[in-house]
Structure formats: C-alpha cells, structure tokens
C-alpha cells in the first residue's frame, strides 16, 4: 500500500443549529433545527481525504465518553483506521458550537478542543514512526501548539511534505513557518499570519509574497466568492469559485483541504490539486453538516471533469 496521508488533528462533536438569521449579542432568536454530528477540522479534512479515496491515517484524541463514542461509531461506519485515535484519561472530547443562518448560508462556531487540545509528549513519540512515513502531513489548528510544533519539527526531519491549514486564525512563529511545504489560509487567516488585508487579487499575491519570504515553497489562499488563488513562487493563478446551489458551507474549507491533499499525494501538480480541492469544497455546500457532507471521489471526479481541462 502507498505511504498514507497524516492528519494530526481534531476531532469535536458538532452540535449546530440552523435559524433564519443569526442572533446577535445579547440577543435570543429560536431555531429551526439542531444536529449532532462528528466534526472538527482535522477530522473533516482526513474523512474528506477518504472519501476522496486516499490512504488517510488521522491522529486525534477523544474523552472516555459518549462523544468519544461517537467518533469511533463513524470511523468504524466509514472504513476507516482508528489506531491512532488516542483517548484521554481526564479530558472530555472536544465540541463545537455552531450555529447556521439559513439565510446566507453563514455560520459563526465556537470550538472547545477538550482532549485533542491535550496532546502529550508521550503521545506525539507513540506516532512517530507514523508521521516520519507519511506521504504528507497535514495540520491544522485546533490542537495543542507545543504538541503541533513537535510534530512539524519530527515531520520536517524526516522530509515529509507539510501541509498546513492554519484554522482558526493564530500567528505561527517564523521557525515553524518555514518547514511548511504549503500552507492553505482563506483570507482572514492570511490576514492574521501576513498582516496583509486579503479582499482583490493583488491582496492575495503580497500576503502570499509575505509567507514565500518566509520559506514556505507554495501557498494558496482560499477567498470565498473570489475563488481560491494559488502560487508556487513562479506561476500564480486565482481560480474562480464554482457555481452551486450553497445550503450549508460549514466544512467547506476542509473539504478543499482533504481534496487538495488527496491529489497532491496522487502525484498531481499545485495548480491540479486547487482543482480537485474546489471541486470537493463546492460538492460540500450543497449539503448539510461537515464530515457526512463530503463528497465521494466519483462525485469529485465528475465535477472536475465538468469543469476542468485535465
Ligand atoms: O471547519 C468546520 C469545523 O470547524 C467544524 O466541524 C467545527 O467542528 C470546527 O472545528
């Protein structure tokens, strides 16, 4: 079998509420519905690598609870590996709180990463032959820092490819910017790690100039109704948004991230893989919830050959 993709990342238990609006502060409004499902984005973007059909082994960490539980139940219905779902002794699985306008399609969250943002020494050391053979390795930020450093620093060694998604939005030190192979900020993230405001394309190509300066090899920064832009440094490109029917766009940042990662590691090119991963985040919103509303690889197939030369 080929070397996996490794996520190292969060698992939470996404408890989202749809209203028409959101409510602001202060303010009570009544909702319209409420689901509980597996989420977070370290774990939306390895099942989202899965479906896409890629070798993923994700890394996270659960409480010894009935969200726990939850987890397990989906890996296990998904067909995926679950030997590195650590658990934690004390810390209760993590949860997000979301809430969904119905209107816009927006939504606001609230993230406690409970036990996957208790990631030991003893815990990273248990993955590391894994992350030393992994294909990519790819992060986000939703874990422990001191542990995400540790695996960056144990990856970077190793000379596997990193891929970081740097959500939420948290300034990473320079040090440990530049071991990334690339990094996948939307706008607001790249605001906060470049100090560059994102809105128009020449926006995106300085906030990327400021993260190649910094000796990350490729960037691609994902801009909502503007599309997704993309540069290793010599060529550039923004790819236009494709055009759906958005019901829900939680998620939809880690389903470009899982389709990215799955191309990457099929030996695709930068400027493919923006491709594949638009084609997986657009198929994402026209569904409800985040890890059950990524799109199988015969979906993402068809939307990249409808709409892309290759
Ligand atoms: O990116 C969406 C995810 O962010 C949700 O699943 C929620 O868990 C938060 O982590």
């Known amino acids: ?45 390895a099942v989202a690598a899965h479906r896409a059909g890629a070798n993923v082994t994700l890394v996270t960490k659960v409480g010894k609870d009935v969200f726990g539980k939850v987890a397990l139940d989906f890996y296990r219905s998904e067909g995926m590996n679950t030997d590195y779902i650590l658990q934690d002794e004390q810390r209760e699985t993590g ?5 969904v306008d119905e209107i816009s399609a927006q939504n606001e969250i609230v993230v406690v990463s409970g036990a996957c943002g208790n990631i030991t020494d003893a815990d990273v050391e248990r993955c590391r032959p894994l992350i ?3 294909s990519i390795l790819l992060l986000q930020h939703e874990i422990n820092f001191d542990a995400q450093y540790r695996v960056i620093d144990i990856a970077h060694r190793a000379g596997v490819r990193i891929v970081l998604n740097p959500a939420p939005a ?8 530049c071991r990334i192979d690339t990094v996948t900020p939307n706008e607001t993230e790249a605001q906060v790690l470049t ?24 960037v691609v920064i994902t801009m909502g109704a503007l599309g997704a ?22 998620g939809a940042g880690d389903a470009f991230n899982g389709g990215f990662v799955m191309a990457l ?14 084609a997986t985040g657009a198929l994402s919103v026209t569904r409800l919830g985040t890890a059950p509303a990524m799109p199988s690889r015969s979906e993402i197939d068809a939307m990249v050959r409808e709409n892309y030369d290759i």
């Not at 949860?95 to 809430?99: G, N, R």
């Not at 948290?170 to 910017?177: K, N, S």
């Not at 695709?268 to 594949?276: T, W």
């Open 132 to 134: 030393e053979g992994a």
């Open 195 to 218: 100090g560059v405001e994102v809105k128009t394309l020449e926006d995106a190509r300085r906030a990327a100039q400021v993260f190649l300066d910094k000796g990350v090899k490729n």
């Open 1 to 45: 079998m080929s070397k996996p993709i490794v996520v190292f990342g969060s698992f939470v238990v996404d408890l989202t509420s749809r209203s028409q609006g959101l409510p602001v502060p202060g303010q009570t409004i009544l909702g319209v519905s409420f689901k509980m499902g597996p989420g977070g984005k370290g774990s939306n973007q």
């Open 265 to 278: 590691s099929e030996g695709r090119d930068l400027f493919e893989a923006l491709r594949y991963g638009n």
């Open 229 to 250: 832009f993309a540069t290793d440094g010599v060529r550039s490109e923004l790819l236009p948004r494709l055009n759906v029917n958005a019901i829900d766009t939680t």
């Open 95 to 99: 949860v997000a709180l979301i809430m």
């Open 170 to 177: 948290t300034a990473i030190p320079d040090d440990v910017l």
